[in-house]
């Protein structure tokens, strides 16, 4: 995708160079790895931890250097569709072939054991950053169905919808329950076609429903979603803040307090795995960068939120939703993988506003 911007950019005659407000807060986050790193002593501008969390430069460069088009866009939103479908077709193929002995819920408490049946793309290597992947498809499908005009039939919607949820669960990855509701949810607000009143009745029992059955779910299956090693990570994370909550301890000092033998000891934690980070954005930023880490973290995200409900940008509101969440399992902003997806997706969204807002309010943006 780089390469074809570069292209687009060189044979773009115009050559307008249009950088987003929004991305000065990007750039602050990814500035306070080299603040970071001066505190700790180990400033290197070839330091591997500065250079996985570099797509927050390159991206929001790239996508200023061209304008794309709005066929262009639909294209690559409807290719990106096809990819997930074909995909998940995939995997869902090689798990049936490979799995005799399947089960639903085995899958959902040991996802691994499953997980590489499905890793057929780089970002893939992690169940995580797979399942962030395939689930924008949703969002992505209801916009080309309901947005402006139908760009796609009702199969290829439900095909893009249903297939990711299944292969989320079936990687067991966590995050899919959380996240597609939220997800599905923020589309019906925004496509419903019945009176506000019915709509949030709706909304309502869809709650309700789903809190019950979450409660009614076996306990082994919970308990996967509140395991005791993400409880004493955020346990050492939170010790670490209250001792440095200024200035925190360093760029990717986390790992120094997890191997911490006498903090472990005192804290009464144990850790099974080798662990580099909290698996935690919000803990990480504070534990990294103390009060600036997490200000600077919500400055982005209200920001992004900001822009999406004031433009009523729905895609662009699905997509930082689906990450508040994300933060809460994951070190997005760090890790290689992640940060690719994150920066790729919020860049396209808010670059190419313009063609993505809705209806009413595109109405406005061009007056």
Known sequence: MSVLIVGAFIFDKSRRFTWQPVFYAVVCMYLLSFVGLIQVGEFNL????????????????????????????????????????ALCLYGI??????????????????????????TVWPIARHPSTLTVTLLMALPVSLYLRYHNGKQITRIEMLLAILLPIIVSLLVGARIAVAVTPLLLGLGYLFYCKFKPVFKWGVVATGVVAMSVVILLLPSDFRDRYTDQIRLDLKTVAISGIKEKPIFGWGTWQQLSLINCEERIQSLGVKFQDNFQHFHNQYLDSMV?????????????????????????????????TMYIVVFQFDNVLST????????????????????????????????
């Not at 190419?352 to 809705?358: A, C, F, I």
Request: hydrophobic share 65%; proline share 2%.
């Open 46 to 85: 070839a330091n591997k931890r500065i250079d996985s969390a570099l797509p927050m430069i390159i991206f929001p460069v790239l996508f200023s250097m061209v304008q794309l088009s709005k066929r262009n866009v639909i294209l690559l939103l409807r290719f990106f569709l096809w990819a997930v479908i």
């Open 93 to 118: 193929l090689v798990y049936a072939t490979a799995v005799s002995d399947f089960s639903l819920k085995a899958a959902l408490l040991d996802g691994k054991q499953y997980f590489r049946l499905f």
């Open 288 to 320: 990294q960068f103390g009060i600036a880490g997490i200000v600077g973290l919500m400055w982005m995200i209200l920001w992004i939120f900001w822009i999406a409900i004031r433009k009523k940008h729905f895609l662009l509101l699905s997509f930082m």
């Open 336 to 367: 290689d993988l992640f940060v690719v997806a994150f920066m790729f997706w919020l860049c396209f969204l808010v670059t190419n506003s313009k063609y993505l807002l809705e209806k009413n309010n595109l109405a406005l943006e061009q007056k």
